[in-house]
């Protein structure tokens, strides 16, 4: 089943979005198989945006995801890496769509409040990088015969 890796930033956090954020997912009909609050390292926030590592932005990146907790998760559904793409938004939040997270709560890009695993590889990457095989928990959903035909 496939799987992508959520993590709500420290400006989510801070704004006590984490509660409507996870509603999006859980309504839209995905699975929650991990979850925890997480003070993020500078070491454990460039290997996850080790491939921006030579952009200028890069710096005041992991300044920034490690300025506070963070809400990472890993969620499960058919199709779920792109459409929780689709759910979060646009990179910049002043342009995202409305009905999107981003388009809904932001207005910054260097503040965007969450993050979405861009494609089914970089999701195993991210996932085996934030989580132990332990932490997460395969389960089936007792709606599910009311979300799939
Ligand atoms: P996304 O998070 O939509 O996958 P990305 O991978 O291109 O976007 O960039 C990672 C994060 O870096 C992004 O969420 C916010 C920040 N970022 C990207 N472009 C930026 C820019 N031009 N200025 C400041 N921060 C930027
Ligand atoms: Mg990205």
Do not use: C
Request: hydrophobic share 45%; net charge negative; aromatic share 8%.
């Amino acid at each position: 089943m496939e799987r992508t890796f959520i993590a709500i930033k420290p400006d989510g956090v801070q704004r006590a979005l984490v509660g409507q954020i996870i509603s999006r997912f859980e309504t839209k009909g995905f699975t929650l198989v991990g979850l925890k609050l997480i003070k993020v390292s500078r070491e454990l926030a460039e290997q996850h945006y080790d491939v921006h590592r030579e952009r200028p932005f890069f710096a005041g990146l992991v300044d920034f995801i490690t300025s506070g907790p963070v809400a990472a998760m890993v969620w499960e559904g058919d199709g779920v890496v792109a459409s929780a793409r689709k759910l979060i938004g646009a990179t910049n939040p002043l342009t995202a769509e409305p009905g999107t997270i981003r388009g809904d709560f932001g207005v910054n890009i260097g503040r965007n409040l969450i993050h979405g695993s861009d494609a089914i590889e970089t999701a195993q990457r991210e996932i085996a990088l934030w989580f132990t095989n332990e932490e997460l928990i395969s389960w089936e959903p007792r709606i599910k015969p009311w979300l799939h035909e």
